[in-house]
């Protein structure tokens, strides 16, 4: 059944995004805090001129005041100047989209080492962050992953190996698979996980709904397993 693979698909896919959710955090929260300390997320100037700074404040002002983690509650308690909290507590409790928003922002002297954590450029980073955001909400709202065009699909890297035929249409969840590997392999410890995650999809895409197009309906080619991006 087509529902059926669907919920594994998306189980897979909100396994894999919750990994690399945690490993942007960690590394956002790690270079911007060793630049500009703990308070300097709340000063404009260290973002970009075109970031929606204030827009953005007021969305990390609300998830930290909705918060019941203990450690949120333990700084309320005993600092000043709660709803602002360290860098390294606000992006724990910030939501995927204020922290693709939060990478989007920062200056190049913070995009860069870490787009180059993951092997990527910056501007493809920040695409596909807000691209897999993107993803996980469909994904947290229980709905269709293998059969749908994404409403905003990601700018992928340069190379042949992101073009088509290999890659046939962006819009759709291959794409997104290979996205999530590609920096699967480059969250820290998590070399296992990322192959055993490529053996779990390998395995699940031998159950493809019986329909006609299926494949292309997933924008995968059909020798997608030997995609040189997978093997």
């Given at each position: 059944?087509?529902?059926?693979?669907?919920?594994?698909?998306?189980?897979?896919?909100?396994?894999?995004?919750?990994?690399?959710?945690?490993?942007?955090?960690?590394?956002?929260?790690?270079?911007?805090?060793?630049?500009?300390?703990?308070?300097?997320?709340?000063?404009?100037?260290?973002?970009?001129?075109?970031?929606?700074?204030?827009?953005?404040?007021?969305?990390?002002?609300?998830?930290?005041?909705?918060?019941?983690?203990?450690?949120?509650?333990?700084?309320?308690?005993?600092?000043?100047?709660?709803?602002?909290?360290?860098?390294?507590?606000?992006?724990?409790?910030?939501?995927?989209?204020?922290?693709?928003?939060?990478?989007y922002g920062l200056l190049d002297q913070c995009q860069t080492p870490i787009a180059n954590r993951y092997g990527m450029q910056k501007g493809d980073?920040?695409?596909?962050?807000?691209?897999?955001?993107?993803?996980?909400?469909?994904?947290?709202?229980?709905?269709?992953?293998?059969?749908?065009?994404?409403?905003?699909?990601?700018?992928?890297?340069?190379?042949?190996?992101?073009?088509?035929?290999?890659?046939?249409?962006?819009?759709?969840?291959?794409?997104?698979?290979?996205?999530?590997?590609?920096?699967?392999?480059?969250?820290?410890?998590?070399?296992?996980?990322?192959?055993?995650?490529?053996?779990?999809?390998?395995?699940?895409?031998?159950?493809?709904?019986?329909?006609?197009?299926?494949?292309?309906?997933?924008?995968?080619?059909?020798?997608?397993?030997?995609?040189?991006?997978?093997?």
């Open positions: 059944m087509a529902y059926v693979f669907d919920v594994a698909l998306r189980d897979c896919a909100t396994e894999a995004l919750e990994v690399i959710e945690i490993d942007i955090r960690s590394n956002i929260a790690l270079i911007f805090g060793q630049r500009y300390g703990a308070t300097g997320h709340t000063i404009r100037g260290n973002f970009r001129t075109q970031f929606c700074f204030d827009d953005w404040t007021v969305k990390i002002h609300e998830e930290s005041a909705r918060s019941n983690e203990l450690f949120v509650e333990h700084f309320r308690q005993n600092y000043l100047g709660f709803p602002n909290l360290p860098c390294w507590i606000v992006t724990e409790v910030m939501s995927f989209g204020a922290l693709s928003k939060m990478y980073l920040a695409s596909a962050l807000h691209h897999l955001s993107y993803v996980r909400n469909v994904s947290a709202h229980h709905c269709r992953l293998w059969d749908r065009i994404w409403a905003i699909e990601p700018r992928l890297p340069r190379g042949q190996n992101w073009q088509s035929p290999l890659i046939p249409d962006r819009r759709r969840v291959f794409a997104s698979l290979l996205l999530m590997y590609r920096v699967l392999e480059k969250c820290s410890g998590q070399e296992s996980f990322a192959v055993d995650w490529r053996r779990r999809i390998n395995e699940l895409m031998k159950q493809t709904p019986r329909v006609q197009n299926a494949l292309d309906r997933m924008g995968m080619p059909k020798q997608w397993y030997d995609h040189p991006l997978w093997r």
